[in-house]
Structures are given as C-alpha cells and as structure tokens.
T-cell receptor, first 118, second 114 residues
Framework: GAVVSQHPSRVICKSGTSVKIECRSL??????MFWYRQFPKQSLMLMAT?????????EQGVEKDKFLINHASLTLSTLTVTSAHPEDSSFYIC??????????????FGSGTRLTVV | AQSVTQLDSHVSVSEGTPVLLRCNYS??????LFWYVQHPNKGLQLLLK??????LVKGINGFEAEFKKSETSFHLTKPSAHMSDAAEYFC????????????FGTGTRLTIIP
C-alpha cells in the first residue's frame, strides 16, 4: 500500500529558530499533500494544502509566512516553522493520497512530528 | 459545509465485550466518511471508508461501520474488544467538492479494561 514517510519524528528547538519537517511519498507520486496540526488530546486541524509546483493553499487563520510550505517535487513536501515560539509546540502530521490506488484506501498519513519549542 | 460530531470523548469497555463509537455527520451532499485510528504519538491508520457502495462497511481488525442516512450516523462497532484496540479514533468526512479536504471529528479515546 501507499506509504508516507515523515521526518523527523521528534524535534526540540530553541525559540526564534526555524525547523523543517519533511513529508515523502515513498511509492507513489502525490501532486497534493496536506499538513495538519494536532494539539494535545485534540483533533487534527488542516493547516494547508501543498500543491506540487505551485503555492500552497492555507486555511483561514494560518500564517503563511510562519509556516512555509514547499512542494518542489511529486514525492516531497516540506513544512518549515519559522521563528518558532513555544506556542508552536504541537504534533504536525502530513497526508497524501495515491491517485493511482483504489480510492477506498483513503488517505495515507505520515507518522507525525512532535515539535517542542523551548 | 460538512462536519462530524463524535458524541463520546472517552469510551471504556472490558476486553472481549462489544465496542460502539458514535459519529454523526452533516453534509449537503452524499459524503465520503472514514474512520481512522491513532495510537499514541503515531500517525493515523485507516480503519474503513464509506463511499456509497454499501451501507455496511467492513474494515481492518474486525471493525465495521454502518451508514444510516436517515439518522445521519456512521457508528463504528466491533463485536469483541482486544487490548490492542486501545487508541484514539477519529470519524472523518471528506469535502464532496473534490478538493480532498478532510474534516475530523474531535476524537474518541477508547480504553480497554483487562
């Protein structure tokens, strides 16, 4: 089945620094990937839709200059949290759907990245 | 706009007893509905998906869900709970416009009592 690899799984950074999270589709090409944020004991909130070769589409309330998304190839999307602050600490998850697979397989999610800003 | 409501934030059942996780949806069109499971600090795994082909959908690990249009429900069930079922479960609806956006319910934490 489709596999999405997300890296790193955990990262701790200092306030004011930037952190890059990678999301790769390992065995399929994804023109569209999705980035979610999950606060402790809460549901997933869609942050943005990453489109290969074009600008990402951000959800209302998400700062595009703070959460930079780059989707330069059909298998890689990156989310960079710029000038991170403690309130950015969260669990970030990406997802994609293999367009060539049975639609009943749904969307494949990465294993998530736990970001802690100190 | 579509939405999902998970009626219980926490469900506890004894091992070997049935599981029922409730989900109600709201959508202007025929929705695609999913159930995903998330183990601690892990990504999400698809349990099953409803796409209008059949109202009773069978998923992995013995789970199934029944789509009831009259009740706008898509409850998740399993006849006999296993300790490994302890996790967070999300009911999800996809945007029918085709932009692939998913809307998540608030989640139900399932605890299995030995």
């Amino acid at each position: 089945g489709a596999v999405v690899s997300q890296h790193p799984s955990r990262v701790i950074c200092k306030s004011g620094t930037s952190v890059k999270i990678e999301c790769r589709s390992l065995d399929f090409q994804a023109t569209t990937m999705f980035w979610y944020r999950q606060f402790p004991k809460q549901s997933l909130m869609l942050m943005a839709t990453s489109n290969e070769g074009s600008k990402a589409t951000y959800e209302q309330g998400v700062e595009k200059d703070k959460f930079l998304i780059n989707h330069a190839s059909l298998t890689l999307s990156t989310l960079t949290v710029t000038s991170a602050h403690p309130e950015d600490s969260s669990f970030y998850i990406c997802s994609a759907r293999d367009p060539g697979a049975n639609p009943n397989y749904g969307y494949t999610f990465g294993s998530g990245t736990r970001l802690t800003v100190v | 706009a579509q939405s999902v409501t998970q009626l219980d934030s926490h469900v506890s059942v004894s091992e070997g007893t049935p599981v029922l996780l409730r989900c109600n949806y709201s959508s202007s069109y025929s929705p695609s509905l999913f159930w995903y499971v998330q183990h601690p600090n892990k990504g999400l795994q698809l349990l099953l998906k409803y796409t209008s082909a059949a109202t009773l959908v069978k998923g992995i690990n013995g789970f199934e869900a029944e789509f009831k249009k009259s009740e706008t429900s898509f409850h998740l069930t399993k006849p006999s709970a296993h300790m490994s079922d302890a996790a967070e479960y999300f009911c999800v609806v996809s945007d029918p416009s085709g932009n692939e956006k998913l809307t998540f319910g608030t989640g139900t934490r399932l605890t299995i009592i030995p």
